[in-house]
């Protein structure tokens, strides 16, 4: 049994990573918020196993705050928020596709040598978490550097904030987890709801869109 | 008694927080959001007497004290100065009473915020809270709606967030590192708990938790490399925002990193976190003393010089002994007082002009004289010539690090020459030659700027020896 959870555990963690990788070539919006959204539920069913293998109740918590905050209501509302900013188009990349897959690659590699050489004498289920999770958070970082659309951004953020979450969740018996977790939605509902709707939007609507437009414009 | 200055401290910010939101009028929530900060900053003197107990998560010892009584202390005098400079704003039209209803409780969550970071016990909690004043910045910071305002916002919000997520990401490898050796649950994320067994803890995850805490905090702080956010955030903000980011949420942030750095040196086998500290230090003063040439606004002078002071703060600090430890904590008490006292009186004169450029203004000590003159007593003093305050710390971080090493000695001395020429050049054109602009007669309250630099120019006189020894306790803590 103790063989099982481990693997299903490491190929929950694993897919995190692989949905991350995804993120990085997405270039509509659309689809970005999709694979986002796919991206949490992966994570809700991470920590959901996690809360299942530790015997940690109060993890089932995050795992809901996962599955109904960042898969369905954070999306929902970017979703909206785009369709009326008219900018549900292509993403405007700094790095090619390319570049970012092989960057991220890099990153992912990094973090496997400095997490398992560091962890050695860790338990493995927790070493391999942390590697993972370092993994979930450089890639969002990448994101957030490769990208100039402040909604994909955010996307950005909120995988790397998954990571986090991984990682608290894997560092068995840490206490404040749940509350880091509510502290966090808080954070990016703060971000969604509050900046997006009364201020990044003037910024959108003056700045961004133009310029993003002219510069469609010069390249075509 | 149930409810302890500790709990005080905490208390009544949030308390006024909940009042602000409620109340309609600005000026009387002006002037009770200087009576909590007075209150909160009295409840934090009382400390010095009579020490409440600490628990599992809340703490008090030699070391936050003097934090948490600098913030209060200038977190008190500057509810002062907005409380004149909100009444300005309101009258140019540039605030509507809404948005300074928010402003007031905001400032005071902030408060909040800071004081419970200062005093958490538990590296999470304290985590919880930088994120909580980092929250309410960033709000503040975007309150005009201006263009460039809410670009400053979204800049700091977005560095500042990938800050605090390195900074948690170090904090569960600390959690991780103490587990093994203490038992899994609260207790392994409880200072005083981690303190007495950091030397059995695995140096490795150590190590590594170090390197995220130190890019994490240090974005907060503003260290060089990661410092894009700051001079952004200060221009474009409120004035009293400005005082308050320079000389307080730095330092707060600064504690978090110098409570790891505590932990990281008890441990025999994990590395020095010294030499670390000590170039990213060294990187900020020389790097920000060059770029104060080129500004052409003068908050955003200011906070390059913020940054500046930063880097050598924390190069002190990360000399580390008791002499480099003291200079450092009376260098960071002297840069926060001048500092906000130096933003006090950019807000007054950027409202007199109308602007915040150095272009436009000129001549202030003949038009507005105690302001022009207040800002050049500021300059001297943030320079650091004698015999002020800033003076005094900054010889004694540069002769004490000449005893150990002569090299990076001179390289400091170098910056801080290089930024003294970078600001009497503005300040020349600010404070003296041909008046330019508005001379308006500014409706100001001076009081808080005075009294800070009162205590800066008597500091570099005369310090009383209570305060030595208290700074000498603390800086033999730190190690």
């Keep these: 049994m103790r063989g099982l959870s481990f693997d299903i555990a490491h190929m929950l963690a694993g897919s995190l990573v692989l949905v991350s990788f995804m993120q990085l070539y997405q270039d509509r919006l659309y689809s970005l918020l999709n694979i986002y959204a796919l991206h949490a539920l992966v994570l809700a069913a991470s920590v959901a196993w996690q809360a299942f293998v530790q015997d940690a109740p109060h993890l089932y918590l995050t795992a809901v705050i996962a599955l109904v905050f960042k898969a369905i209501v954070i999306p929902t509302a970017l979703h909206r928020i785009i369709v009326r900013l008219g900018i549900h188009r292509e993403i405007e990349t700094v790095v090619g596709v390319g570049p970012a897959m092989l960057l991220g690659m890099g990153l992912v590699a990094l973090s496997m ?44 953020f909120m995988s790397l904030e998954n990571g986090l979450v991984l990682a608290a969740t894997g560092a068995k018996g840490m206490p404040l987890v749940v509350e880091i977790s509510v502290a966090f939605s808080v954070l990016i509902a703060f971000i969604v709801i509050g900046i997006f709707l009364f201020r990044i939007r003037e910024r959108f609507d003056t700045v961004d869109v133009q310029a993003l437009d002219r510069f469609r414009g010069e390249r075509r | 008694m149930i409810i302890d200055a500790l709990a005080g401290v905490l208390l009544i910010p949030a308390l006024a927080a909940a009042l602000f939101a409620a109340l309609p009028g600005y000026r009387v929530t002006a002037r009770l959001n200087v009576l909590a900060a007075l209150l909160t900053f009295l409840t934090a003197t009382s400390l010095f007497f009579v020490e409440p107990k600490s628990g599992p998560y809340l703490l008090v010892d030699d070391l936050n004290k003097v934090f948490i009584v600098l913030t209060t202390f200038v ?63 960033v709000l503040m910071v975007g309150i005009y709606r201006t263009h460039e305002a809410l670009e400053a916002a979204w800049k700091y919000f977005i560095l500042g967030s990938v800050g605090i997520a390195l900074a948690l990401f170090g904090t569960i490898l600390v959690y991780l590192a103490a587990r093994p050796v203490i038992g899994e649950g609260l207790y392994a994320m409880v200072w005083t708990v981690l303190v007495t067994r950091a030397a059995q803890f695995d140096p490795a995850l150590l190590n590594v938790a170090f390197v995220f805490l130190l890019l994490g905090y240090g974005t907060k702080v503003g260290l060089a490399p990661l410092h894009a956010w700051l001079p952004d955030a200060h221009a474009e903000g409120p004035t009293p925002i400005s005082a308050v980011l320079s000389g307080l949420l730095l330092n707060v942030a600064l504690y978090a990193l110098l409570r790891f750095k505590m932990l990281l040196a008890l441990n025999p086998v994990a590395i020095a976190p010294g030499p670390l500290m000590v170039t990213m230090g060294l990187i900020s003063c020389v790097f920000a003393a060059f770029m104060l040439y080129r500004r052409r606004d003068i908050k955003r002078m200011f906070a390059y010089s913020s940054i500046e002071h930063m880097g050598i703060i924390v190069f002190a600090f990360g000399m580390g002994g008791p002499l480099a430890n003291f200079a450092g904590l009376l260098h960071m008490t002297m840069h926060s007082l001048t500092k906000s006292a130096i933003f006090y009186a950019v807000g007054h004169i950027s409202q007199v002009k109308g602007t915040q450029k150095i272009a436009d203004m000129g001549g202030l000590t003949v038009t507005n004289p105690v302001l022009g003159w207040s800002l050049v007593l500021g300059v001297v003093a943030i320079a650091g010539l004698p015999p002020l305050g800033i003076f005094m710390s900054e010889f004694l971080v540069v002769s004490s690090t000449f005893a150990r090493e002569p090299g990076l000695a001179i390289i400091l001395a170098l910056g801080v020459l290089v930024g003294v020429g970078g600001l009497f050049m503005r300040l020349n054109t600010i404070a003296f030659g041909e008046p330019r602009g508005p001379t308006a007669r500014a409706k100001a309250s001076y009081i808080p700027m005075f009294a800070h630099f009162a205590i800066v120019f008597v500091a570099g006189i005369y310090m009383p020896p209570a305060l030595v020894t208290g700074f000498q306790n603390v800086a033999r803590l730190l190690g």
Excluded at chain 1, 126 to 145: I, N, P, T
Excluded at chain 2, 81 to 86: E, L, M, N, P, V
Excluded at chain 2, 101 to 117: E, K, P, T
């Design chain 1, 113 to 156: 040598v400095v997490m398992l050489r560091v962890t050695a004498e860790a338990d493995p289920l927790a070493r391999e978490d942390l590697a993972f999770a370092l993994s979930v958070v450089l890639l969002g970082l990448l994101m957030m550097v490769t990208r100039r659309n402040a909604v994909s951004q955010v996307v950005g």
């Design chain 2, 75 to 137: 977190g008190f005098t500057t509810s002062v100065f907005s409380a004149s400079y909100i009444g300005h704003e309101i009258e140019i039209g540039r605030l509507t009473p809404v948005f300074v209803r928010f402003y007031h409780s905001m400032y005071q969550v902030l408060m909040l915020a800071m004081n419970l970071a200062l005093v958490a016990n538990n590296i999470g909690l304290m985590w919880v809270a930088i994120e909580l004043a980092t929250l309410t910045t």
